[in-house]
């Protein structure tokens, strides 16, 4: 057992002895360190000022070459809600480490400097960092990819354009050398740390009022969940991390998984995908593209790069939220989740798992331990929309996903998972029956409509009101109706990479009802 | 050495700073290891008498100094800019959900936050009156209703041909600065009290903490260096902490420091002013409008703040680029039980003129016309024309008209009447979603509505090695000011911009400023700076010319040097000249803006020195099935005179542009019924993210050959006008949504619930019809 941490900070080793777990990265850089380049605009995630880059030794270096560096794996991260445990053996590079020798700016640097993309300067460590991350990972000069590389960084003076011309200046270029070596130095690092991860030396902090455990196999993350049912299970602190900093909440017990190999893998047979519950939404998106590639869009909108980076797919389900994006998805496809007891592993279909608004069907001492996604067959498709004020990066006010197998241009069987209409994430059970045999030439029949309103009565939030979300998931089915007629997911007034907005312009007829 | 030139894109004087995360912000600045922090105790009510405030359990928290109420005071329990209603400490009273009522003093800010919840509070709920209906209804004003204009409008009204009615509600907006509030004190000698703050306005910290401590001005000193974004919330919004901070140092004899978190920053601080304006306009056939009355309602919150010099704003851009014979204005200001909506980018300028473009745009429509033949059938006549100096309805004759050539040339440039055609017909054909395409112009006017207020100082030194020190009264906000005000004066000199420093704004060194607001920064503090260049360099000429057999008046500086004829001495020698010469190189120069008026009482003046324009055309697509929008295309057109610096200028238009076009679609503020702001942090209150901005934007710099006016080598103010060029996406989505019914009626904030909600009405209506 090992009660410090240490990692890697702009290129030189850190050991902590004595932090207090729950010490957020940007507090600890800030207030310990005194590296105040990187900011606190929000302390929630969300706009990205604290934005840092971390590198891990990539478990699947054929993937995802990092500038000639296939064994590592940089991504940004918010600092604000990451807690000081989970870098241990990691490597982290601030705004303060970018720059070279003599103070020689990084290429991401010099091109905001050059592009006027600073004005207040207060979010500007936090685009240079995610800019920084995109070089390393690969800029393609595409508008496209920058907005999604920038999602989760707000800047309130340049309204962007000057940002997004930096980067697409940088598009194809490779590093400085001192650049590169600084990659190697940090690739030499994380070889040491993994070579020295073994049972015994996993990570157990206990200070007087609060423990933080680490483990890195599934056996002593059992153990571990058996001894402590109370403990609270930390995968990437996209939720957790906002009790401490926003909720000022006294976590008494972590138990982290992402140390955790084995939940980290994911799986891939003919009839599913299986998916460890540490897989973050990055990692998972990359593998199911393929399977679900209606999915595309929702992934690409769920939080921003720096939350799909840390956040992991088993969370977002784990935690329950009612407005979580991933759990209605889930819910058409009919995911089964396995959870964990002490090594005993018992299976159940995600839609028994929520069982109120947060309360989950999870015994004492279980842990989630993956998913298990049953692929799409001859003729089955998944449709997936999110309806929300803005496009990125933020929650759901409405999203629905559909499963739905067609035979003959009827629909013959369907799924529908609903986020944000109920409590939990749930079914309309109701409109699901009264779709079947539906004709997908016909417009959405009456019964569906009067169905829907029998499977859901939404509150009215500040995100929107109970008449809205009425309105819109009926609209969504029509939507989905109209895709799956036309056999593609052309419908989309945002550019995912599926969509053309020429397509738009559909003539499709629409019933009388719809007027 | 490069010599500096004016209309360079040099690059913001801190861009290698902040890029390197060396840039200093008040939460940065190095701060002693025996600093106190402090958090805020807010109301839960709304509207309520405090029964008991008990603060026991929070001095017992661990790391806990002292808690500070309004009984700590020693002076005057105020942060207000102007009206001394804005306690700093609500004492026996709350008037709005998130009112300071008390401040935890702790070793740590986490101990502080942690402890703040602690507190006991009971209250006697009182009647809360939280919206604009609800004051309205109950007449819950800050003072009578002020009007201005025709004497006689319901008679000019019946004369017209056609009257139309109409109301529109527009929604307030957060600031969102990324940079919260923050304020650090330091103990001085004695009772000094040394303060640095992110503020737009250190000469009010300066007089508002030095009258809570009972404090003569002089024993305070206020810095600023930079601010992460200001956009008028930090106008008066920074006094509170300031306050805060300087009281716990009073009372502990320890630095302290108050940095709001997000959630506190929403909830303590006002936002931009949501308004209703109703209107009535008489227009003819031909899109004349021959009078308009407007009624102007704000929300103001619980006390006045600044919001009567934005009502006024409002009011006197009721009317924006249209000359209308005649014209009354109304305005309400509404008292509520919410935070005290304050300053913010427009000030009241985008409301007043986004009703203007509403009501042009609904004359159209039932005149089955452009818009744009309304706009240019009523526009103000142009410099060059004959008719140029057509009275404003407050009295100024606009005389340097520019909006009608902008316009043709933008129309040309944007291709608009071809576009519109192609939208159109593409809507025929449309099921699922809409096309649409607007059109503003903006005409904004430059000066304080105070006339007072349009004065600046500037503070100047030549050291002996040629290196150049300056201070100016303005502040730092990230809309390029130091930048170009040291362009300003490195061209004075004929030096290189790096041979200019400009160190933090303070009070110490430029007193009894204004604050850094209504767009005016550059040219106060660049003319102020100017001023004082002007004064050095005489002496310097004066002294130096007889040396070298040269008149005073022919001494040139340009190129790093000073020339006398075809003889040169390096502008370091002939600082050091100077000096051996006992010749004073240091100096302070000051501007008050000329020729402006303005009477309150009268409702008459010219209380603009000069307008700025712009022209703005907009392209949105809109789904009809879920009503999400999005911005297609804009081209901007923007007069910033002859520009100081076009880099910096064109990012306060694409910028300004941006956050406009949030504060219309995705900015949405809401309260919930008890008053509490239900969006008090990003995750809830949604500003424009990068996707957002149009996928095609153009923006150019009109050329208008300068200034008419004489400002700082003719340049023109470029903070808030450009913000309204975003008006432009409103015309875009109501022609969108027109051809569902009848003429849409849009409320702003247009998010995606309230354009399907209305493209669902106006569907019902057409099917019932």
Redesign the interface.
Known sequence: MRTNISFFLNGVEQIVEDARPDTTLL?WL?LEKG??????????G??G?CTVVVAEANLNPQKKPLMGMPQIKARAVNACILFLPMLDGLSVT???G??GPDGA?HPV?EA???H?G????????GF?MSLYAGFLNGLDGSEEQ???L??G????????????KAALSLAHQTPPEWASRRLEAEWHYLQSTSAAKTPDTDLAIETKDQAFYAPTSLEALARLSETFPDATFLAGATDIGLWVT?Q?RQIARFISIGRVAALKEISKTETQIIIGAGVSHSDAMVALADAYPGLAEVWLRFGSMQVRNSGTVGGNIANGSPIGDMSPCLLALDAVITLNKGDKRRQMPLKDFFIAYGKQARQEGEFLENLILPRCGEAEHLYA?K?????????S?VLMAAWVKQDQGQIKKLRLGFGGMAATPSRALRTESALLGHDLSQPLPEAAISALAKDFQPIS?????A??RM??AE??L??ML?EAAADDVG?R??SSPLVQ?DR???????GASD? | MRESHLKASDRHDSAALYVTGQARFTDDLPFPADGLHIALGLSDKAHALITSCDVTACLASPGVVTVLTAADIPGVNDASPVAGDDPVFADGKVEYHGQAIFAVVAESAKAARMAVHQAHVTYEDLPACLTIDDALRENHLLEAPYTIGCDDIDAKLHDAPHLLTGQIDIGGQEHFYLEGQAAMASPGEAEDIFLQVSSQHPTEVQHKVARALGLAYHAVTVEVRRMGGGFGGKESQGNLPAIVAALAVKKTGRPAKLVYDRDEDMRVTGKRHDLRISYRVGYDDTGRILAMDVDQALRCGMSFDLSQAIAERAMLHAENCYFIQDVRVTSRLCRTHTPSNTAFRGFGGPQGMLGMERIIDEVAAHLDVDPMQVRQRNYYADHDEADAGQPTPYGQPVKDGLIKAMTTDLLASSDYYARRKDIEAFNRNATWCRKGIGFSPVKFGISFNKTFLNQAGALLHIYTDGSVHLNHGGTEMGQGLYTKVRQICARAFGIADDMVKITATTTGKVPNTSATAASSGTDLNGMATANAAATLKTRMAEYLAPLYQSDPAAVRFHDGKLWFGDASISFAEAAMQCWQGRVSLSATGFYATPDIHWDREAKKGSPFYYFAYGAAVTEVVVDLLTGESRVERADILHDAGASLNPAIDLGQIEGGYIQGLGWLTTEEVVYGTDGKLLTHAPSTYKIPACSDRPKQISVSLYDSGGNLSDTIHKSKAVGEPPFMLAISVYGAMSHALKGLGDYPKLNTPMTAEHLLMTANRLRAKRASD
């Open positions: 507090n800030r590296l105040s380049g990187t900011k606190e605009g929000c302390a929630e969300d706009c000022a601030t705004v303060e970018l720059a700016l640097q905001i400097i050059t006027h600073a004005q207040c300067g207060f979010c500007t460590p240079v920058i907005n999604h920038f999602a960084n707000l800047c309130r003076c340049t309204g962007y354009g000057p940002l997004v926003k000022h929309y309806i929300s004020k803005r496009f990125d990066q933020d929650i006010a939030d500040m995100r929107a009101s008449e809205y309105a819109v609209n969504l029509r939507k109209l419908m007034l945002y907005p738009l312009t559909s003539t499709t007829p629409i007027a």
